[in-house]
């Protein structure tokens, strides 16, 4: 009797001791499959059940093992195919002896002991395992924190990796290969360097292909060349031109108009000086050639000519310069949709396109007009000629350049990434040039295939494995105007939509060596900032912070994005944050004014002169800077983009709104009555602060470990620039709808440019459009807030 007293109170306790074992592996199992992406392993699990039809117990020990198949083409990311098979063993009865009994305990013992050392191990994991809490919630921060990549490389053994694969040395051999005398869009030239570029991208072992586009540009005539006469003088047949220029002949006075900026024709019309139908004489420099023909249209001009002058730039006074004059990116005779070949549309033209006539000419034929010009004296602070011109100063200008269509081939490569292989970053640099357009074209690809190859090395011989894709692309017809990048955008605007995250521009990154400038979507301000502090400079003792900014980021260092730069129509076109940065040959607020851009001297000597012999040394810090930045882009598990920054400019540039809305209605209150009220865009602009400050929480409180939870957040981060252009106004009639960085009359600045006229009771101003402009900016921001707030639940609904 006492016997089986004690063997039921034993086999009590081992029932117990086996279900606390049971629970300890359920949580076990949780815990590790939680840190394999939610994946279970093999285990070991026993089971205690009365037999009901005897008094023995039966102990059941099930074996269940997983085996994972890794997807894809590489053997690499984060699909994987799940087989389970659970093979039962033999289940065996056991006799209430003191042996067995005593063998059962030893079991349950040693089974405790593994279960209590796994969790031990899994709970000592989860413990050491980074997170990306530590990144997203303050990017400002001067210590960077790891964030774990796919491979959970260190970030600080990622930089060296990076440091130790550029130098300036490897530099030299590639600007020999891919320097060319003449490589303009389209030619053979040009094919050739892309030839090279795609072979460079095969050797890295990257997946590469071509994006053929048709396009058309227009070039000097064939035969003769464009012509201009002062005063019934000889012929002037300058040997530069530029492209999408109006055709034909026109003769008019005089005028000139120092840079051709708004402010500055606004000067000429306060003197009282008519300016219709006159040609306008103005310098190259400060605004894109584009913006200096559409001013002077605006002002009813009808032509105008361009020249370098000699305090701008570092060249004789008889060489000639090129460029283009549309007002916008892209084959103006495709707007808003890609120039393919396959692809047939009605007779169609961008809006961008001049309606006047503009022709560059050499400095020498410049001085010899405004030496001979009469009228008003030139405002002091303008300075170099005497007089502005006056109505018999005549001037006839003869341009007939022709339209051509050229094939033109897009470049690229791609490194996949382990996790988000779908969503990538891209890197980009412009590859022909008017004539050899060293700092043009050949350093940015000299950079961009250097990048590739070094990235390359750091994933296949040193363990590096980025979490999202790096996609390298070498454009064609540039100088035209970013045209064939931005056909690669329209061509596939809904599928970069919600992939691209970010374009690093790598067009003129060394043009010098006194500056380094800055132009980027202000998501990108914070990374830029960091970035600056980790990059050593030419003396490498300070960094590119220390040395550039000098506590003043914003300053110092940040330029306006502006229409002529190539990574405009990645931000405003299509949403895409994008940054383009590089060394500058002066500190001016002008620093984009190259010294030989757009002309045939653009050498390797000349850019040797203006950067002491330290092109390869630029060059490198240029490849680190961009390669930093990408490389924390695809590192992290959540992307470093400061949703934060766009709150400070909304409701600044609302607050701006707001004070010119006040100032109306009290002016001209029948244009502009009371019952106009800005309670809704100020609720517009609340709700986004309230969204990206909620975003911040809700990565505080989530679990980052969570691949998916981390990619559902980086969706909203995303979307943040996508959204913010405007959904009202078509693409094609209004190709870069970005309400704060974009052009036209849905943008901020349109509305408070409108706001303006209002007040000064402009004739052209209409109340009416204004209020609509008002209620389409207000919704666009809110939608944008929308997205950022995450699920339709968690919208905020005060609107």
């Known amino acids: 009797m006492a016997m089986a007293v004690l063997e039921e109170a034993a086999r009590k306790e081992v029932t117990l001791l086996l279900h606390k074992i049971d629970a300890a592996m359920d949580q076990a199992r949780s815990k590790i499959s939680k840190i394999f992406n939610g994946e279970p392993h093999s285990y070991t699990r026993f089971n205690l059940t009365q037999n009901m039809e005897g008094d023995n117990s039966q102990v059941e020990m099930k074996l269940s093992s997983d085996i994972d198949e890794e997807a894809g083409e590489n053997g690499v990311g984060d699909n994987r195919n799940h087989n389970s098979n659970r093979k039962p063993y033999v289940a065996q009865k056991l006799g209430r002896t003191p042996k067995n009994l005593c063998f ?3 079991a349950t013992l040693l089974i405790f002991i593994i279960g209590y050392l796994i969790g031990y191990l899994v709970h000592r994991k989860k413990d050491l395992a980074p997170t990306c809490a530590a990144s997203v919630v303050r990017f400002d ?3 960077a924190h790891e964030t774990g990549a796919a491979s959970l490389m260190d970030w600080d053994d990622v930089k060296k990796l990076l440091a130790q694969k550029v130098t300036a040395a490897k530099f030299e051999p590639v600007f020999r290969e891919f320097s060319s005398a003449n ?24 997946k590469s292909w071509t994006d053929e586009h048709f396009v058309k540009v227009q070039d000097p005539p064939a035969s003769g060349s464009n012509r201009v006469v002062f005063k019934n003088g000889s012929a002037m047949r300058p040997e530069g031109f530029l492209s999408y220029s109006a055709t034909g002949e026109v003769t008019g006075a005089a005028l000139y108009a120092h840079y051709g900026q708004e402010n500055e024709f606004a000067l000429l019309q306060d003197k009282s000086i008519n300016l219709t139908g006159r040609v306008m004489l103005v310098r190259a420099g400060r605004i894109s050639l584009a913006e200096k023909v559409a001013n002077a249209a605006k002002m009813g001009a009808s032509a105008v000519l ?9 060249i004789s006074d008889t060489t000639p310069l090129f460029g283009h004059v549309h007002m916008g990116s892209g084959d103006p005779y495709t707007p808003g949709f890609p120039s393919f070949n396959h692809t047939q549309f009605p007779p169609v033209q961008s809006s961008g396109l001049p309606k006047i006539l503009a022709q560059t000419i050499t400095a020498s034929m410049a001085i010899s007009i405004l030496r001979q010009l009469g009228g008003q004296d030139v405002p002091a602070t303008w300075g170099g000629v005497n007089k502005l011109g006056e109505e018999s100063d005549l001037i006839t200008v003869d341009v007939k350049n022709i339209l051509t269509e050229k094939k033109i081939n897009n470049v690229f490569g791609v490194i996949k990434g382990f996790v988000d292989a779908d969503r990538y970053v891209v890197i980009g640099a412009q590859r022909d040039a008017w004539g050899p357009g060293f700092a043009a074209s050949t ?7 250097e990048l590739a190859r070094s990235i390359s090395e750091m994933v296949k011989n040193d363990g590096f494995k980025p979490r999202r894709s790096i996609v390298f692309a070498s454009w064609s017809a540039g100088e035209y105007g970013s045209v064939g990048a931005t056909e690669w955008l329209e061509g596939y605007v809904s599928s970069l939509s919600m992939k691209a995250f970010s374009y690093i521009n790598l067009d003129r990154v060394v043009t010098g060596q006194k500056g380094f400038k800055v132009a980027a979507s202000p998501l990108m301000h914070s ?3 960091s970035t600056l502090s980790e990059v050593k400079s030419q003396n490498k003792a300070e960094t590119l912070s220390s040395r550039f900014a000098k506590g003043n980021f914003e300053t110092n260092v940040l330029v306006p994005m502006t229409l002529d730069n190539a990574a405009y129509p990645f931000l405003a076109f299509s949403g895409i944050p994008s940054v383009s940065f590089g060394f500058t040959s002066d500190n001016s607020p002008y620093p984009q004014v190259s010294k030989f851009f757009g002309t045939k001297l653009d050498t390797r000597e000349k850019l040797n002169m203006v950067t002491d012999n330290q092109v390869s040394q630029l060059a490198e810090i240029a490849t680190r800077f961009a390669g930093h930045m990408a490389l924390r882009l695809v590192h992290d598990h959540l992307l470093r983009l400061d949703v934060m920054k766009y709150d400070k ?13 006040i100032s109306v209605q009290k002016m001209q209150p029948r244009l502009l009555p009371k019952d106009l009220t800005m309670q809704w865009l100020f609720s517009a602009s609340g709700s986004y602060g309230r969204a990206s400050r909620n975003l911040a929480s809700d990565i505080q409180n989530s679990d980052l470990e969570d691949i998916e939870m981390c990619r559902i957040i980086n969706d909203r981060i995303m979307a943040v620039e996508r959204n913010l252009l405007s959904p009202f106004v078509s693409p094609r009639e209004n190709p870069f709808r970005h309400i704060l960085v974009g052009s036209g009359s849905h943008s901020l600045k349109a509305l408070s440019d409108h706001l303006e006229a209002l007040r000064t009771a402009n004739p052209e101003a209409d109340a009416n459009l204004f209020r609509n402009q008002f209620a389409l900016a207000t919704w666009t921001i809110q939608g944008c807030a929308n997205s950022l707030a995450g699920d339709v639940w968690s919208l905020d609904n005060e609107i």
């Open 141 to 143: 921060e001067a210590v």
């Open 104 to 106: 059962m305990a030893a």
């Open 443 to 449: 350093v940015g690809t000299s950079v961009l295939v």
């Open 183 to 206: 490589h303009r869009a389209g030619s053979p030239d040009d094919d050739a360097l892309a030839n090279k570029v795609m072979k460079k991208f095969k050797e890295y072992g990257m």
């Open 527 to 529: 990374l830029i900032e």
């Open 649 to 661: 400019i909304i409701r600044t540039r609302v607050a701006q709104i707001n004070v010119k809305v």
């Open 306 to 314: 361009i020249y370098p002058d000699p305090t701008d730039y570092l």
